[in-house]
């Protein structure tokens, strides 16, 4: 007895095939790339909602509204208490020099700390000529804290345009209005002395045994010192070197009392070869005793 043929019976060449096809395959694929799925689970996200929010700000309006939003926020928590600066505090200057640091920087208190630039006061301050260093801070309390570190004057320039304090690497201090205001400190004068401060201090430290006969030191032509004695004495030193020609001619004189005999210079420029310059009256005293000598003849 052969089988009956169901009417929705299939063969089994006419099954369907579970596998998806190539197209949906492929799709599947592409989706589990890293890019892709990265790309829709943020990209896709925030194009939305970039494209939502310039829309939004499209209209004037809205960025006004939006931006004093923003501007009362940020002033509510700038202008809190807490964050008020309502006095400076100078300390490390003397009167004068804390009177100018307040010139410099006319802040209008109280203030927001947020609205000080530290870095830009500190700049301006150090800017003055008086100051050497400083700090700028906030303290607690409201008080913009100022440490100032003066220049120590060492020296006194004497120029065309007057007197100045110059601090050890010869920075201008400040102006000087008599050289009895500051009797203590050495003097120097001419074109670029103040450029060759470190070497005049040397000089001055050298020449400690004249005592209160020097005067000063000339810069002449802003390439060499004089030493400038009591009396018009001068003691011309060279370029190069001038420490150790001011101290040869300091041992020749403790041993053979040279400056205090009656010499108007003596001349180091040329280190092997000394000039001594004596003054018109001895010259004078010469050659009258010369005079007299050749007659008794």
Known sequence: MQPLKGRFRREPSERADPAPSRLKYRLQRWMLTPGI???????????LIFAAGSAYLADEARRDALRGLVNDARAAIEER??????????????TSVAQDIREVMPLDFPVSSFDLDLQQIRDVITG???????SVRIRPGGILQVDVEE????????SREGLALLDENGIHVAELGHRSLHPDLPLIAGAGADGEAVEA????AAARPLGARLRGLVRVGERRWDV????????????????????R??????????LERDVAAVDMRLAGRPTIRMTENSVENWWRIRQLNGGGQ
Do not use: T, Y
């Not at 799925?37 to 925030?46: D, N, Q, S, T, W």
């Not at 003055?128 to 400083?134: C, F, I, R």
């Not at 201090?201 to 001055?204: A, D, I």
């Open 228 to 247: 400038v004695l009591d009396r018009k004495q001068r003691i011309m030193l060279p370029a190069d070197n001038p420490v150790p020609a001011l101290e």
């Open 37 to 47: 799925r990265f790309g829709l689970r943020f990209g896709v996200p925030f194009c």
């Open 249 to 258: 001619v300091l041992a020749v004189s403790e041993v053979q009392d040279l």
């Open 81 to 94: 208490p807490e964050f008020m600066v309502n006095v400076m505090a100078v300390d490390g200057a003397g």
């Open 128 to 134: 003055l000529d008086p100051v050497k260093s400083a």
């Open 201 to 204: 201090l040397r000089l001055f």
């Open 151 to 158: 220049r120590e004057p060492a020296l006194i320039w004497r």
